[in-house]
């Protein structure tokens, strides 16, 4: 059967700032569509640890595609669209779901997914382009990161996650506040557990990025965000609550992300911290750490300052980075 005649594989692309919680929404959103509903995940993270794919793998995704150590919206431009040809030929999934690292300019997405809308004669189509905003959180990075006023700006639908943690006037000044970044695009609440309902967010048909010039982006625009690397192998299992202790003395200022593997007395364990929140996950995969290894982490903050913060956390594990 040729491609013309099977309905076109739609792309629903995720955008938003490191700990917006891009990865939480996506799992709770498959939960709610029909179990024979094939979803492929496509995945660009931050340095070379795979610690949302473990999470997406535990799901009830068709399969999970990453790309590592870089962006997709530029250097590994390249990348992702030998990403999404395997994905079709593969496995033919109802949806692809693009999950973007916290750096990526959607336009320069758009623009290439939309080229390869034509080169597989619509056989690979844009939906949409949703921006993850973390409520708590987003008026402090807004500041100091370029890239996610981007996102704010250009997308098809502004997806305010951690709305429950801000009290209603915090919310109202937020929701002013992306107004004046982006008045018309439409602005839904989720708490990141319940997400939100597919029929709001699939078939939206984006007309974003039509025009055959993309926006200009500068291929350095991901050195905004900073990434250090915390290891420890041969040596004891974590204690949590040396752990709590250790992540709680991290700023929220300059560090933004701190998610990797940790072997404690439980048992490996997947930590995933945001802005001075986090959780440790069980996780029963064999391969995500070795028997010698004990802290594998990747911390992502403010360039020249987070190196300084994941040396704290490092001495505080007994490990050291990398």
């Known amino acids: 059967m040729s491609a013309q ?10 955008t938003g ?3 917006a919680g891009k990865t939480s929404i996506i799992l709770a959103l498959l939960s709610r569509l029909p179990k024979d509903y094939k979803v492929v995940l496509l995945k660009n993270e931050f340095g070379d640890v795979e610690v949302d794919s473990q999470l997406a793998k535990q ?5 999970v595609s990453e790309i ?6 530029c250097v590994l431009v390249g990348q992702m669209k030998t990403a999404l040809l395997e994905i079709r030929e593969k496995f033919r999934p109802d949806r692809i779901i693009i999950e973007c690292s916290g750096s990526a300019f959607p336009a320069t997405l758009a623009f290439q997914i939309r080229e390869l809308q034509r080169e597989t004669e619509g056989d690979l189509k844009l939906d949409a382009i949703l921006t993850v905003i973390d409520a708590e959180n987003f008026t402090g990075y807004e500041d100091t990161s370029p890239t996610a006023r981007m996102q704010a700006s250009y997308t098809d639908m502004i997806v305010i996650n951690k709305w429950e943690h801000v009290s209603e006037r915090a919310l109202d000044i937020l929701i002013d506040h992306l107004n004046t970044l982006n008045d018309l695009t439409p602005k839904i609440r989720c708490d990141g557990r319940n997400s939100v309902d597919p029929a709001l967010i699939f078939g939206l048909d984006s007309k974003l990025y039509l025009e055959d010039d993309p926006l200009q982006v500068d291929t350095n625009h991901h050195d905004e965000v900073e990434t250090v690397t915390v290891y420890a192998g041969n040596s004891p299992p974590v204690n949590i609550d040396v752990l709590s202790d250790a992540l709680g003395k991290l700023s929220k200022e300059s560090v933004w992300r701190v998610k990797g593997f ?3 007395s439980v048992g490996t364990c997947i930590l995933n911290w945001a802005f001075g929140r986090y959780e440790l996950v069980d996780t029963s995969s064999p391969d995500v750490m070795s028997d ?5 982490l990747t911390v992502m903050g403010e360039r020249g300052e987070v190196k300084r913060q994941a040396r704290k956390l490092a001495m505080a594990l007994s490990a050291e980075i990398l």
């Not at 005649?5 to 995720?14: G, H, K, M, N, Y």
């Not at 590592?68 to 919206?73: A, D, H, K, R």
């Open 292 to 296: 010698q290894e004990t802290v594998k």
């Open 68 to 73: 590592l150590n870089g962006c997709m919206c």
């Open 59 to 63: 799901s009830s995704l068709t399969a």
């Open 262 to 264: 940790l072997r404690t």
């Open 17 to 19: 700032f490191l700990g």
């Open 5 to 14: 005649t099977l309905r076109p594989i739609p792309i629903t692309v995720f």
